[in-house]
């Protein structure tokens, strides 16, 4: 018994020689895994504490060994009888062996042969400690991966780890998990870790009271009653609207179906007004889907179908609803400043087309958008677009006649267009005829022009001498009798003779002059 107490004694004494002093991080240390920027946060609210961190395995608080292999093998041949009353055993490099004193101590044995000459110790499990958290008893040995935060609780206070290999004795201070950075919200104990993405704000409640964070940065939320409620995307949102009955104008019972295109522009306004973030018993709103806009969207989508309806109320549809507007042109779209007034840029202001139906006419659909607008604005929504897809009459007997009538309609224009295009033709033949007879008459005109004109000439050069021109006479004479045999003169038969040599002694006594 001498010898046990003896042990005892000896083993105590190593519990003190051995116990790891707390050692506080240097502040000149600047190359663990806390220096990125996943830390920043917590690094800023001086939340990380490095006072249970080792550098090395070297520094485990871990019972070193105090025996051999041959030492133990003699002791268990001589003392053989007495193996109860002592225990030996080996640790291999990375693990230890978690062992209790049966008087409410406990301890690490670190790598190598180990012999304990007390029958009261408990030698328990071999645990590896590279990626593993160990808690025996009062101990605890802990590993953070880099990109994770350790959350331990000392008497009810959290404590953050930040990467690397902790170790503490306490029996106050317990590890409770590992959290990964890679979460858009981390909620430990009263802490919540809150990343927001660009393009998104946060609501958050702080002591009842709303704050909003903007998007692209991380946020700690420092106490318990500082709680995250949902996020809010101020991206391009798409709602179909489900059908609706209206009554046009012409009291033409109509059903519609159409989309929404909308964004929230005042974040802070809308969560103000339209987000949950308390129930009716007083508990907080903790969704699943932490991006839920079930209630704003709703607000949205009836707004939008009061508009709508307004509209078709003042739509005659007997009156548009025709093949005429159903074959009319596209209307001309042009791009301008922003509708909805903001930042954007993003709407557009359309030129009105008189032949195309209201419903789907862009421009005269923008007088229900601005109507919607109007309300929704007051809870930080702003429409861009509503779109009819889809209006048909809710009486189908109604649609049936109206079809009917399409049809008589195209029919009565068919023939419009037919009787139209020939009387084009006529005229057009008409006027090609009229423009080639007075091509005709021009033609036949200067032919007799240049004809007359020829004559002239030939008439002039007789006459400058008198033979050629008796002759000339006698020529077109000759032309004119041709194989006539009967005459007639301005005279008696019997004075034929005389006016034949006449004739013929005039024309002698010419040419005897005229050879003079």
Known sequence: MASVRAQTMKREGADRAFSRQTAKCPEQLTSHGEDTAAYQVLRAHGLLDCSYRIDSYTQIDAVPPNATRGNNLLLKLGCLPFSCLFKTFEVDAGTLRLVSDGRGAFSFYGEGVHRICDPFYVVGPVRKYQNEIIQHGDLTLAVVNQGQIGYATDK???????????????????????????NNVIRMGPLTLVTVDSGYSAVTEDNGEQKVLTGGKTYLLTHRNWKFQKYIPQKIQSSNLKRIEATSADNVLMAVDATVIWRITDVETAALNSAETIHKDGSDVKGNNINSLDKLTNDVLKQAEASLAAFIGAVEYSATFNVAAAVSH??????????TGDATGEASIYKPNPNTSPLFDLAKMQTCVHHANGVTRTYGVSILSINVVAAVPADKTLMVSLAQGAVASAEAQKFETVASGKASAAKIEAAGAAEAEVLRARGSAEAERVRAEAHKAAADMLMQNDLAARLATIDHTGGAIGKNSAFFFGANAADFGGLLTASIAGQAKHLLSGNH
């Open 330 to 339: 596209t209307p001309n779209v042009a791009v301008a400043v922003s509708e």
């Open 156 to 182: 009810g206070q959290p404590i953050l780890l930040p990467p690397g290999l902790h170790q503490w004795k306490s029996p106050t201070m317990a590890f409770v998990q590992a959290y990964d950075l890679n």
